[in-house]
């Protein structure tokens, strides 16, 4: 069974860059055909996608973020990770990484997820 | 952007129905997948492909789109079931997947 689970510093200055990395376990980042994203939820909010890569490295982002994040994978290490420029504290939430089938229109749905990581953005 | 509208709240006793509505534009032609979500906890999916469930969740859980509304139905609601629930689809004219609002289902 594949879990995911998110790793990186939980707190980052503004105009800093976030960098996050997901490990995944229990299969191959290059097994299937599926897709691997990160979404975040701000405390008590809801949840916003950020981006998407398919092992390829293909990429689609949130348009809204699009300037400032880079989603890259490491099939060697069974990661991808996340790279957000510039933030500033809107930018702190709990971050989730999860796996999204690549079969098809529609076939896009979230699992399974990490369990999340919090991370913060202060000076 | 594609918008996903949730009520923010549903209330409703326990054995009852309880149904979570998510509005957007002709949203009878995606496919609308919704989500678990309880307190400190990453969401779980419930329903994929509007109406399938995953294994391991209750056949409680169920799922329908049509039209301009997609609709979660949680059947003899239960005090577990007490959570916050999210719609998912992906938006094919901006390359994004969006999430609903989200919704707070609360057990009386």
């Known amino acids: 069974q594949v879990q995911l689970q998110e790793s990186g510093p939980g707190l980052v200055k503004p105009s800093q860059t976030l960098s996050l990395t997901c490990t995944v376990s229990?299969?191959?980042?290059?097994?299937?055909?599926?897709?691997w994203s990160w979404i975040r939820q701000p405390a008590g909010k809801g949840l916003e996608w950020i981006g998407r890569?398919?092992?390829?490295?293909?990429?689609n982002y949130n348009p809204s973020l699009k300037s400032r994040v880079t989603i890259s994978v490491d099939t060697s290490k069974n990661q991808f990770s996340l790279k957000l420029s510039s933030v500033t504290a809107a930018d702190t939430a709990v971050y989730y990484c999860?796996?999204?089938?690549?079969?098809?229109?529609?076939?896009?749905?979230?699992?399974?997820w990490g369990q999340g990581t919090l991370v913060t953005v202060s000076s | 952007s594609y918008v996903l509208t949730q009520p923010p709240s549903v209330s409703v006793a326990p054995g009852k129905t309880a149904r979570i509505t998510c509005g957007g534009n002709?949203?009878?032609?995606?496919?609308v997948h919704w989500y678990q979500q309880k307190p400190g906890q990453a969401p779980v999916l419930v329903i994929y492909?509007?109406?399938d469930r995953p294994s391991g969740i209750p056949e409680r859980f169920s799922g329908s789109n049509s039209g301009n509304t997609a609709t979660l139905t949680i059947s003899r609601v239960e005090a577990g079931d007490e959570a916050d629930y999210y719609c998912?689809?992906?938006?094919?004219?901006?390359?994004?997947?969006?999430f609903g609002t989200g919704t707070k289902v609360t057990v009386l």
């Open positions: 999860a796996r999204a089938p690549s079969g098809g229109p529609g076939t896009d749905w979230f699992d399974p």
């Open positions: 229990g299969g191959s980042i290059n097994s299937g055909s599926y897709y």
């Open positions: 890569i398919y092992t390829s490295g293909s990429t």
């Open positions: 002709n949203i009878g032609s995606k496919s």
């Open positions: 492909y509007d109406s």
């Open positions: 998912q689809v992906w938006d094919s004219s901006s390359d994004q997947s969006v």
